[in-house]
Nanobody, 120 residues
Framework: QVHLVESGGGLVQPGGSLRLSCVGS????????MGWYRQAPGKQRDLVAK???????MYVDSVKGRFIISRDNAKNTVYLQMNSLKPEDTAVYYC??????????????WGQGTQVTVSS
């Protein structure tokens, strides 16, 4: 099983940008779809964006046009570029693998996530 570590979060003003990274170790994520999820206080963890092994991407409506998911298989890493951030983007962000874009998260054990706080 791959071990995933998220990083890159922080405090940013509305309209600002952050780039999150998810680094895998233990095995290659090259053949996996990878997704970014987020969990706000008191809410369930929800999907934000996914990228297939071939590079096809999908986004939830609330982040379309603002977030970009990408991957670098040579570095076993998935990124989430977040632009035009809004206070409602505040959450802990996690990554996880999946069999394909339509499949649920495949790893039952989640990483520690990375906190994103959007506030003035």
């Amino acid at each position: 099983q791959v071990h995933l570590v998220e990083s890159g979060g922080g405090l940013v003003q509305p309209g600002g940008s952050l780039r999150l990274s998810c680094v895998g170790s233990g095995t290659s994520i090259r053949l996996l779809a990878m997704g970014w999820y987020r969990q706000a206080p008191g809410k369930q963890r929800d999907l934000v964006a996914k990228i297939s092994s071939g590079g096809t991407t999908m986004y939830v409506d609330s982040v379309k046009g603002r977030f970009i998911i990408s991957r670098d298989n040579a570095k076993n890493t998935v990124y989430l570029q977040m632009n035009s951030l809004k206070p409602e983007d505040t959450a802990v962000y996690y990554c996880n693998g999946a069999a394909n874009l339509n499949a649920p998260p495949m790893f039952g054990s989640w990483g520690q996530g990375t906190q994103v706080t959007v506030s003035s």
